[in-house]
């Protein structure tokens, strides 16, 4: 290597140093520690002992954890196709809208950038019993009252629906701009070819979007599997737990019975859920991206 391609590279690595000492220090340090206490029990006052793979052997046996490794399953389920549809859904009708485009996509992200604990008391109140809104709509038709909150089959979907409404901002945004990337030559040819408004999304724009899909799938998957801070203001994680999900049990785990070792083993397993689950994506949605 030339001392001037040198002094490049050099260069080049000094501008780069500090976020990358911040990326190991924040990010690598953390997860290799996190690593390391899954394998020990580790409490409050410094204490360790390595237990090897015990915590681990310990979550198979834990009834908790497999509630609420099913509460989170059945939560990602039914949020990620609602947040994915209604994001789809609004980014075409932006898309085809040339009217107050810029104010129609501000005030659709906007509950995205609410804080969670804001929009999870906001919705608590709209599910109310007695005084909330929308079972005054429903009593208004002669439906109501319904414990949304209470109900041990209602309250994942209420919650989803919640969370929906708060998440789908930022997904729309990502698929607008997919869907403004594609080509209009492709478009034209479809119309020319007599293909109608819904042959044109189903055959031309659907495959094309195909990497965004994907993408946005993979990130509102991974916040579905992260879901805390909406049910933990909403329900407590009830009724009777029907609301407990994994990081609600990590959070248990961990500053509740200051069982840091189990709590980081809990971790782990749910970063290895999500790793696979958004493998699978790639070969059921993202087979084509490449």
Same mark, same amino acid.
């Given at each position: 290597?030339?001392?001037?391609?040198?002094?490049?590279?050099?260069? &080049?690595?000094?501008?780069?140093? *500090?976020?990358?000492?911040?990326?190991?220090?924040?990010?690598?340090?953390?997860?290799? &520690?996190?690593?390391?206490?899954?394998?020990?029990?580790?409490?409050?006052?410094?204490?360790?002992?390595?237990?090897?793979?015990?915590?681990?052997?310990?979550?198979?046996?834990?009834?908790?954890?497999?509630?609420?490794?099913?509460?989170?399953?059945?939560?990602?389920?039914?949020?990620?196709?609602?947040?994915?549809?209604?994001?789809?859904?609004?980014?075409?009708?932006?898309?085809?809208?040339?009217?107050?485009?810029?104010?129609?996509?501000?005030?659709?992200?906007?509950?995205?950038?609410?804080?969670?604990?804001?929009?999870?008391?906001?919705?608590?109140?709209?599910?109310?019993?007695?005084?909330?809104?929308?079972?005054?709509?429903?009593?208004?038709?002669?439906?109501?009252?319904?414990?949304?909150?209470?109900?041990?089959?209602?309250?994942? *979907?209420?919650?989803?629906?919640?969370?929906?409404?708060?998440?789908?901002?930022?997904?729309?945004?990502?698929?607008?701009?997919?869907?403004?990337?594609?080509?209009?030559?492709?478009?034209?040819?479809?119309?020319?070819?007599?293909?109608?408004?819904?042959?044109?999304?189903?055959?031309?724009?659907?495959?094309?979007?195909?990497?965004?899909?994907?993408?946005?799938?993979?990130?509102?998957?991974?916040?579905?599997?992260?879901?805390?801070?909406?049910?933990?203001?909403?329900?407590? &994680?009830? *009724?009777?737990?029907?609301?407990?999900?994994?990081?609600?049990?990590?959070?248990?785990?961990?500053?509740?019975?200051?069982?840091?070792?189990?709590?980081?083993?809990?971790?782990?397993?749910?970063?290895?859920?999500?790793?696979?689950?958004?493998?699978?994506?790639?070969?059921?949605?993202?087979?084509?991206?490449?």
């Amino acid at each position: 290597m030339s001392a001037a391609r040198r002094r490049e590279a050099l260069a &080049g690595l000094a501008f780069v140093a *500090p976020m990358l000492v911040l990326f190991l220090v924040f990010r690598i340090g953390p997860t290799l &520690g996190a690593v390391f206490l899954s394998l020990t029990d580790y409490r409050l006052n410094g204490d360790w002992t390595f237990i090897g793979a015990g915590n681990y052997a310990r979550l198979l046996d834990d009834r908790l954890f497999w509630e609420a490794f099913g509460v989170t399953a059945l939560y990602t389920v039914l949020y990620v196709p609602m947040t994915v549809v209604l994001a789809l859904g609004t980014a075409v009708l932006l898309h085809r809208t040339l009217w107050l485009r810029g104010f129609f996509r501000g005030l659709f992200f906007l509950p995205y950038v609410t804080s969670i604990v804001l929009a999870a008391v906001i919705w608590k109140w709209i599910y109310e019993v007695e005084d909330g809104l929308l079972n005054s709509v429903l009593g208004g038709l002669g439906l109501g009252p319904v414990d949304f909150l209470g109900s041990e089959s209602l309250v994942l *979907p209420s919650i989803a629906a919640a969370s929906a409404w708060k998440g789908f901002g930022y997904s729309m945004l990502i698929l607008l701009a997919g869907l403004q990337s594609v080509p209009r030559e492709v478009t034209e040819a479809a119309v020319i070819d007599g293909a109608n408004g819904w042959q044109r999304f189903r055959w031309v724009t659907l495959p094309l979007l195909r990497p965004v899909l994907f993408f946005v799938l993979v990130i509102e998957a991974i916040g579905a599997f992260q879901v805390f801070d909406a049910m933990y203001v909403m329900t407590a &994680g009830g *009724p009777v737990r029907a609301s407990y999900s994994l990081v609600y049990f990590l959070y248990d785990s961990g500053f509740k019975f200051f069982d840091f070792g189990y709590a980081c083993a809990v971790g782990l397993v749910l970063f290895l859920v999500v790793l696979v689950f958004s493998l699978i994506q790639r070969r059921l949605v993202g087979r084509e991206v490449d």
